[in-house]
């Protein structure tokens, strides 16, 4: 594939140009008043796929904006990939906060990217990895060189939970028949230190209501004589964790697989420490889990956050109110082997349980989603192991994210297909937040090892 | 005192007017926009007192509303009681909830005032029991019978925390030089069960900030490793109290009182059962101190209470964030002999130490209030209690009041002076709510209680 740098070498500057142009597009899925925006983004990138020869692209319609559809079938004996990825931005606000207007994307180095950078909302999530594909892709048809046939789907609602996106797969289930899914929407480590996210934590997401007195009272008539939902509240909540960082709910760990030595020892390799973690977040001092290494706490433990809680009176001064109500949402990362529903149940039997019998209790389940994981001994993961490895020159990490990806977990239970994460961003690329950008060595090394993704995931495959 | 029961039927329907007319008076401190009505209630009042025969009626200026001055000494030798009480009201809104309107009163039956009751803002709480002392004097005045030297002081920002009341009485302090003071601002238990509040509880006010990482993470990058703030809150809060009720604060019992058998029988007899409490505020179980009869609780033993609390995403729905920020305000009402300012600082002293070196502690005090008693066995309180036995028929009780008068206190610390609540309001009265109104059973009764008061004081004070 000896083409691949000189393509790059050439085209550089046209490769850049192409993707600032479809970035001063604001597709902004959040916010109505962007939604012809959303759209132009949609065409542009079709023309792009239509450009370098890509067959068959067409909006396929959801009910939200549409999915961007492109493939290219030169052989039923070969494996399919199916790319997906989004269009969509988060909004850019707040604005005042840029040093540069994030849709006039501008080139500037950095300390973590001496060869510059591309400013703009979008430029690393997920525009600018999608339109790595885009060129991949073109390098590949031009050069006659395609060792996959390729499917590509890149949806315009990601950024707003691609609400549509089930009834999306369920609809075209046929026609996105493929063998594994490459999306490019996570990062490395840093650009000396590759690796593949081959493991997510799914969701279990829990509100919980205490109903005491039918209104709110004077804590100095009614208070010695009530239980306070506010005081039950934190009594119960403060309880679901002991002090070793351990979750009490019965049964809750009762699924959860314990890592091998070696995959402990991979996750171990990614080179951050306790003080570099306190030092990025200002937090006086780490905690997590007992018997478990901090990479490993964020990534291959289940976790449980009260992600907020409410009640009485939260204004200025002091009010003296004993509250009717306390409320808190309180959610649980998962590991493989946990299901979101079994541990919603878990919860919702615990926490009636604890409560006492002074206050009612209400316990609801938000959405969630269940973990996933790629084993690191299968035909994708090595396929974009070997893949990075040619292009870095260095053998890549397997890397578990704490976070949850939905639309994974979503991939798998609907089309059967596993998903290779493999992604160029960096975490100090700053998306979601103002002065989002994209390292011009990250665009290129990713336009560079996909197409030997695609080489060894067909040699491998065979 | 032959002439009071006379004098009160002879005049009964100018009575009800003349407070009527006041009432219509909206004088409500905390809304700018009344403020020529809350001045043209103080000259009402002024008014009234100057018919009736007080002298040296003045409006003594604060910084804020006056105060409404009146006195009569007729005798050097005889003992001065200064009356206070207020002039303000409430807000009325939510003008909707109201039968009637707040403004215009009216005078309707009830099955609680078969006898019918005046509906409107301020009716009980409190220029219905001020206007009960204007009459009062008013009949003594005529009648020549005046046992003891009065003076008056009605001020017109009680509903507003009286926050000139402490300079005011600072400055005035040898004009306001009396024996003791008399208070109509309470309640009876009910028309049947006269009582007399001898005892009111104090405030410590604190607020709890709890600071993890510098800002706001997503609790599935970070989940696992941070010792999440709302967590730790929850945790600390909740052993505030123990199992049994008690509060677990090193030393915070220390200085209260325990009450002799005696003082505690009194306080039981108040004919309120825990059925009937939990009835009243759709409580699905009463609780409090283990130990201690629910009566004991809700006004000799001191609280702990989480007044507010919030951090995180309280928004609809799930959002997985890793708050950066918990925060809440946490109450104690104390008991005698309790200080505010020590409780305030074993508060802090223990709330740094069980906070773990994870998080950041802030803990700041808000304004507090100190507990009070009036003995049984004091002069005042005999007065008091003779004269409500004489005009019921019926021994009253001694009642402790869960809340805190700060102004009680207040007095103490600057006049030196006890203070005899001696109230005829009712709980059902709906004061600070909608349809506030005052029995007109009650309002008489007080008119014809009062001079009683005087007798009987100044008999036990030779």
Not at 137 to 151: G, H, V
Not at 333 to 338: A, E, S
Not at 428 to 437: F, L, T, V, Y
Request: aromatic share 10%.
């Amino acid at each position: 594939m000896s083409y691949i740098q000189a393509s790059i070498q050439e085209n550089k500057d046209r490769f850049i140009q192409e993707l600032i142009d479809w970035l001063k597009i604001p597709s902004v899925s959040a916010d109505p008043k962007f939604k012809d925006d959303v759209l132009r983004a949609a065409e542009y990138l079709k023309t792009q796929f239509e450009k370098v020869g890509m067959e068959n692209v067409t909006l396929l319609p959801t009910k939200g904006y549409p999915v961007v559809y492109a493939e290219k079938i030169t052989d039923k004996h070969k494996p399919t990939v199916l790319v997906y990825g989004h269009y969509d931005v988060q909004p850019a606000d707040p604005y005042e906060l840029w040093d540069s207007p994030p849709y006039e994307p501008v080139v500037k180095t950095t300390e973590t990217h001496p060869q510059g950078a591309i400013f703009a909302r979008g430029a690393c999530d997920d525009k600018g990895q999608v339109y790595m594909h885009v060129k991949a892709l073109e390098m590949m048809l031009a050069n006659n060189d395609l060792p996959c046939n390729i499917k590509v789907i890149i949806e315009g609602e990601e950024e707003v939970g691609s609400a549509n996106l089930e009834n999306f797969l369920i609809e075209n289930k046929n026609k996105l028949n493929a063998d594994v899914i490459l999306i490019s929407d996570t990062g490395i480590i840093n650009n000396e230190t590759p690796c593949i996210t081959n493991g997510l934590r799914g969701l279990c997401y829990m509100e919980v209501e205490l109903i005491g007195p039918n209104r709110d009272l004077h804590s100095g008539i009614y208070g010695g004589g009530v239980d306070n939902p506010l005081n039950v509240l934190c009594k119960l909540v403060g309880s679901l964790k002991d002090e070793n960082g351990h979750i009490t709910i019965e049964g809750f760990y009762d699924d959860v697989v314990e890592l091998s030595e070696d995959e402990k020892k991979q996750i171990n390799a990614i080179p951050i420490t306790e003080k570099m973690f306190e030092e990025s977040i200002g937090l006086p001092k780490s905690f997590g889990e007992k018997g478990y290494t901090l990479l490993e706490q964020l990534s291959i433990r289940p976790t449980l956050d009260v992600n907020g809680i409410w009640g009485g009176y939260i204004g200025e001064g002091a009010k003296t109110v004993l509250p009717s109500k306390a409320q808190a949402k309180i959610s649980m990362r998962l590991v493989p082997n946990q299901s979101s529903k079994k541990i919603a149940e878990l919860f919702t039997k615990h926490f009636e349980k604890i409560a006492p019998n002074t206050v009612k209790v209400k316990v609801t389940e938000h959405h969630g989603g269940e973990p996933y994981v790629t084993p690191v001994d299968s035909i994708e993961f090595q396929a974009a192991y070997k893949a990075m490895e040619t292009t870095f020159g260095k053998q890549p990490l397997a890397m578990r994210n704490g976070a949850s990806i939905p639309i994974v977990a979503l991939f798998e239970k609907i089309l059967g297909l596993k998903s290779v994460l493999m992604g160029f961003g960096l975490d100090s690329d700053a998306i979601h937040s103002p002065n989002e950008h994209y390292g011009l060595f990250n665009y290129f090394k990713g336009i560079e090892t996909i197409p030997y993704f695609y080489k060894y995931y067909a040699e491998l495959k065979k």
